[in-house]
């Protein structure tokens, strides 16, 4: 019953930066851990990062400190601010969420419950 949205792909050159978001609808309350992953093709889906009811956050080892998550619980919307973007980073984006807490390490979105149909991101040399 919950319905996530993804929005702000697009092309960027390499080094740019990129802000996705994630509007949820369907719920009255926020849930436990929302997260951003992503998958590019002949690849599995990664993680990227979560961010969990009390602000606390994870993110994978290839984004930390380029990639931040955060969260407008008045908005019911998710965010990836995405700076110093790599070519690698091409992919499709997809936002998720659980009322299960996050997991204590970025994963492939095993617990995730609900997702976006995702949105692309394209990143030139």
């Known amino acids: 019953q919950v319905q996530l949205v993804e929005s702000g792909g697009g092309s960027v050159q390499a080094g740019g930066s990129l802000r996705l978001s994630c509007a949820a609808f369907?719920?009255?309350?926020?849930?436990?851990?929302m997260g951003w992953f992503r998958q590019s093709p002949g690849r599995e889906r990664e993680g990227v990062a979560t961010?969990?009811?009390?602000?606390?956050?994870t993110y994978a080892d290839s984004v930390k400190g380029r990639f931040t998550i955060s969260k407008d619980n008045a908005k019911n919307t998710l965010y990836l601010q995405m700076n110093s973007l790599k070519p690698e980073g091409t992919c499709m984006y997809y936002c998720?969420?659980?009322?299960?807490?996050?997991?204590?390490?970025?994963?492939?979105?095993?617990?995730?419950?609900?997702w976006g149909k995702g949105t692309l991101v394209t990143i030139s040399s």
């Open positions: 998720a969420a659980t009322w299960r807490p996050c997991p204590t390490m970025v994963d492939r979105g095993y617990s995730m419950d609900y």
């Open positions: 369907g719920y009255a309350y926020n849930t436990y851990c």
């Open positions: 961010i969990d009811s009390d602000g606390s956050t």
